[in-house]
């Protein structure tokens, strides 16, 4: 290996420490309620945020609107008593050999404690995140999230009596179009990878 292609080598590892990075701080700022800082982690050419049974939001604006207005409420303060534990699981990071774009593939459990039906729950989540980052200024963004939720279940019934509570989020956050990748448990459906198989290339 010369010394340009180990220079080559050193920027891809560096760049997939970071967009791991970004995305585990996505987890934190979500968990402590920072919506403006999560909104601030998406590039300003942003293609969508797609949420499960929600729909697509378009843009930097359907991104703001999601998270700033309808998740957290506009800014007003987030009930403490409303908890969110995001557990990235397994992250598969493959940047593009142009070194401007990346995709990402992480696997999440979430114990949450949320407001259902008027009533106080602890619930368990289950899903996947399919993204693709942006490099720009030299720092990586996000150019697309979809989170794909397998199950959404009170701690009490769990997934194989009630997969499904029902949408996740506020009714009142309108998308921009409707969600294309959506077959919770126990349908069989596998979110598709955003990579080929390392060995046979299919």
């Known amino acids: 290996m010369n010394l340009e292609e180990l220079e080559k ?24 309620h920072q919506w403006q800082n999560i909104v601030d982690l998406f ?6 945020v797609e949420l499960e049974s929600v729909g697509r939001f378009l843009g930097k604006e359907g991104v703001k609107r999601l998270y700033y207005d309808h998740v957290g409420r506009k800014g007003e303060p987030t009930p403490p008593w409303i ?23 992480w696997q999440t459990l979430l114990p949450e404690v949320m407001p259902y039906a008027g009533i106080l729950r602890q619930q368990w989540l289950h899903g996947y995140y399919e993204n693709k980052y942006v490099k720009e200024g030299g720092r990586w963004m996000f150019s697309r999230l979809d989170w794909n939720v397998t199950f959404y279940t009170t701690y009490e019934n769990g997934w194989l009596i009630q997969p499904l509570l029902g949408s996740l989020w506020n009714p009142e956050a309108k998308a921009d179009a ?25």
């Open 9 to 32: 080598q050193v920027t891809l590892m560096e760049d997939i420490q970071e967009i791991e990075t970004l995305q585990r701080r996505y987890a934190y700022y979500f968990d402590s």
């Open 43 to 48: 590039s300003d050419s942003t293609e969508y």
């Open 83 to 105: 908890l969110y534990l995001i557990l990235q699981i397994g992250g598969v990071v493959d940047v593009d050999p142009d070194g401007k774009t990346a995709y990402g593939r």
């Open 178 to 202: 409707h969600s294309i990748n959506f077959y919770p448990y126990p349908s069989g459906y596998h979110f598709p990878y955003h990579y080929k198989h390392p060995i046979t290339g299919k």
